[in-house]
T-cell receptor, first 111, second 115 residues
Framework: GIQVEQSPPDLILQEGANSTLRCNFS?????LQWFHQNPWGQLINLFY???GTKQNGRLSATTVATERYSLLYISSSQTTDSGVYFC?????????????FGKGTKLSVKP | EPEVTQTPSHQVTQMGQEVILRCVPI?????FYWYRQILGQKVEFLVS????????KSEIFDDQFSVERPDGSNFTLKIRSTKLEDSAMYFC?????????????FGEGSRLTVL
């Protein structure tokens, strides 16, 4: 099945810093989503981005489908950005709604 | 903005008890899903549901689990006789289109603790 690798596994930032999180996948996808899991375990939808670039406030994401990777950019990070960021994909011919999640990047933003 | 809502946010139960987790998907969505995340691990697919029947299920979704859409708005996950290893965060999701062609919208999760 399709493999999803996220890097780095852990990231510590000072408040105000910028960061880039990466998601590599092993095969073509027709669904790619980014999520933020906050310290309480709640899963927050960030982006649906099987290709192209999107921006939402301080967050933006780019997926280069032909190169099989996606990037999540966080600018001017805040302590509330702390948590785990997951990338999830569905490959072509993949099972109905069976998103494959990466292991996540754990982000800690220090004041 | 429409959202998927889940109840309860946290449930504690004794081993062997039945548990029902409830979800209200986004109103015009047709596809419904349950996912599970054991503490410290990846989020894993359990089951997808469309047109009042299961369309796909994972190896995790054994006979102890069942799903139902009892009315026009709720989507439930039942665990018949809970085990310690069922302790996890359970996420409901819905989509307007098949998951292969559209975004899945996730609820914030229900944490299940089995003692």
């Amino acid at each position: 099945g399709i493999q999803v690798e996220q890097s780095p596994p852990d990231l510590i930032l000072q408040e105000g810093a910028n960061s880039t999180l990466r998601c590599n996948f092993s095969d073509s996808v027709n669904n790619l989503q980014w999520f933020h899991q906050n310290p309480w375990g709640q899963l927050i939808n960030l982006f649906y981005i099987p290709s192209g670039t999107k921006q939402n406030g301080r967050l933006s994401a780019t997926t280069v489908a032909t190169e099989r990777y996606s990037l999540l950019y966080i600018s001017s990070s805040q302590t509330t950005d702390s948590g785990v960021y997951f990338c999830a994909v569905l490959g072509y011919g993949g099972s109905q709604g069976n998103l494959i999640f990466g292991k996540g990047t754990k982000l800690s933003v220090k004041p | 903005e429409p959202e998927v809502t889940q109840t309860p946010s946290h449930q504690v139960t004794q081993m062997g008890q039945e548990v029902i987790l409830r979800c209200v998907p986004i109103s015009n969505h047709l596809y419904f899903y349950w996912y599970r995340q054991i503490l410290g691990q990846k989020v894993e697919f359990l089951v997808s549901f469309y047109n009042n029947e299961i369309s796909e299920k994972s190896e995790i979704f054994d006979d102890q689990f069942s799903v139902e859409r009892p009315d026009g708005s709720n989507f439930t996950l039942k665990i018949r006789s809970t085990k310690l290893e069922d302790s996890a965060m359970y996420f409901c999701a819905s989509s307007a289109f098949s998951g292969g062609t559209g975004e899945l919208f996730f609820g914030e999760g229900s944490r299940l603790t089995v003692l």
